[in-house]
C-alpha cells in the first residue's frame, strides 16, 4: 500500500519532473469511472472503507491516471486547518508565509487526499467547506488572499467507519458536501491476485491466506476491532515469498498486529490451523 505522510501539515507530493508511473490497482466495480467523473465535474468525494483496503493506493492510481500532483495527508487528532493551509515562519531572520499541502493542491492544481479525515481537529472541516461547494475557493486569513481552485484541484477524503463514535464522526452538513463511496476488501479471487502481484508469492499460494482472512475478518465484533488487511495479506505473503515458514509469516502478519489478549491470540491461531488445515 502506498505510505502517507506523518508529520503535522506534511503532505507527500507527486507529479513534479517526468510522469510516474500508473501504481498498480485492481478496480473491482465502477469506482474508477466515479472517481473520473468526480474530478471532470470538479466535485469533493468522501471514501468509507476498513483500515488497509487500498483507499490511498486507489487514490494514488487515480491521480497517476489523470495526471495530477497528489498531496496525502495522514490526519490525526493534532492536525489544525493552520497545518493545512499554512502558516508563517521564521527563516533567516524573516517572518516567511509558508503553504500548507492543501494550499499548495489549490495552488498547482492538484489533487489534496486527507486520509482518515475525522481524526483531525473540527477546525478543519471548517476550511474544507468553502472548497466543497459552488465556490471552489480557499480563504487565506493569514494573508488575505482568497483562492480559487483551478479545474484541475480536486479535494478527497476518507474514513474507515468502523471506528465512528459520537466524538470522532462527520457532521451531516460536511458529509453532504461530497459524493461518497463505499470502499470494502476485494473479492476472493481478486484480493488473491492482488497479494500476488504486491507481494511476488505464486497466486495458488496467496489463495488459502486469503481464504484465512476471510475466516478471522468474520470475527470483527466479537473478538476482533478490525479484521486482516489487504496489507497484512501482503506482508505475509511477501514473508513467506522471502522465504519464511508460512506459520511464521501467519503469526507475525495477521495474528499479532490483531490483539494483545493472549486467549485471543489463541483462538486466532486456532482458527488459522482449522483454516488452513
Known sequence: MSSAAQGRGEGTHEGKG?????????????????????????????????????????????????????????????????????RYLLKGGDTVWTDGPLTRAVREGAICYLDEVVEARKDVTVVLHPLTDHRRVLPLERTGELLEAPP???????????????????????????????????????????????????????????????ALRDLKGQDLEEGVSTRLLVYCAALIAAGMKPAQ???????????????????????AEITLG
Do not use: W
Open 18 to 86: 517526468m510522469a510516474p508511473a500508473i501504481p498498480y490497482y485492481a478496480p473491482t466495480g465502477e469506482e474508477c469511472t466515479l472517481f473520473e467523473q468526480a474530478f471532470r465535474n470538479h466535485l469533493p468525494l468522501l471514501i468509507k472503507g476498513p483500515t488497509g483496503c487500498g483507499k490511498t493506493r486507489f487514490v494514488a492510481h487515480m491521480a497517476a491516471r489523470l495526471g495530477r500532483p497528489l498531496y496525502t495527508v495522514a490526519c490525526h487528532d493534532d492536525l489544525t486547518a493552520a497545518d493545512l493551509t499554512g
Open 249 to 271: 509469516a501467519i503469526r507475525a502478519a495477521m495474528i499479532e498486529p490483531l490483539t494483545d489478549e493472549p486467549d485471543v491470540r489463541q483462538a486466532l491461531l486456532r482458527v
Open 152 to 214: 484541475g484541484f480536486m479535494l478527497v477524503v476518507s474514513y474507515n467507519p468502523g471506528y465512528q463514535n459520537v466524538l470522532k464522526g462527520l457532521k451531516p452538513s460536511t458529509r453532504q458536501r461530497f459524493l461518497g463511496l463505499d470502499f470494502g476488501f476485494p473479492p476472493p479471487e481478486a484480493e488473491a491476485s492482488i497479494v500476488a502481484q504486491e507481494s511476488g508469492l505464486p497466486r495458488d499460494r496467496c489463495v488459502p491466506l486469503v481464504r484465512l482472512a476471510n
